[in-house]
């Protein structure tokens, strides 16, 4: 991981049922993750954030796909900012923002590296459609999307799908999935870790078995962090949290160790919510596992 870092901020709420993830993004500046980064050696340039319209001046069109047209326009052009990035030879670390901005990271990952796989650490499956959401909120769909599954204008983004093979995909720490989400994650062929798995089998195995499933025949990894897979004792600051979740260390254990695999291409963190969360704690539990992420240890 030799590339520059180029930070792009996806501040949007457009995908979330609770307002404030759009202050995500600025949350994880704040808890200084450009400034720790550098420290660690990096050249880091902030490209700003990609353009977002308020929910307020929009009207909602459809209960199954709440904001789709605008989700979808912020998705293209994160799109095409990340597919820059990627194209020049450098590293985007994407910050959102709800988990539907995922659509348009991992369709740039995509447009500029076709051969890449995908590690996605959540506490939800993130595989809904617009035929089995209980919610209409996109942020339950942006796996399900990449993989080709769903509505044709988010599956479609870019003009090209799936964007990533599901014999390249990976769920880690998944603990509240839905019906029908869960009968596409297992139609789908993804592989993914159970909390009871991660019990069982412990942090350290899980992620030597996801990087490997993710590395395999591929370019490299693009690892989807979204801050509802720690339990909520860690990151209280989300919009929807999930008890018995990944412990403090287990997390950065599961960084540590994609870290050291050298196979990371991207990363976008996402759902971090300022609004309910304890003194930017979970902000800076963000910065932490980046920094983990890319290469910071203790001796």
Known sequence: ??????????????????????????????????????????????????????????????????????????????????????????????????????????????????????????????????KTTPSGNIHGMPLAASLGYGHPDLVNLAGFAPKVKASNVVLVGIRDIDEGEAELIKASGIKAYTMAEIDRMGMARVMEEAIAIASEGTAGIHLSLDLDALDPMYAPGVGTPVNGGVTYREGHLAMELLAASGKLLSVDVVEVNPILDHQNRTGKMAVELVESLFGKTVL
């Open 1 to 130: 991981m030799v590339r520059n870092l180029k930070i792009i901020g996806a501040p949007s709420d457009l995908g979330q049922g609770r307002r404030g993830v759009d202050m995500g993004a600025s949350a994880i500046r704040y808890a200084g993750l450009k400034e720790k980064l550098e420290a660690l050696g990096y050249d880091v340039e902030d490209l700003g954030n990609v353009p977002v319209p308020m929910s307020e001046m929009l009207r909602l069109k459809d209960e199954k796909l709440k904001y789709l047209d605008e989700v979808k326009t912020v998705c293209q052009s994160l799109h095409d900012v990340v597919s820059n990035v990627v194209k020049e030879g450098h590293t985007p670390i994407i910050l959102g923002g709800d988990h539907s901005i995922s659509i348009g990271s991992v369709a740039g990952i995509a447009s500029a590296q076709p051969s890449f796989g995908v590690i996605w650490f959540d506490a939800h499956g993130d595989m809904n459609t617009d």
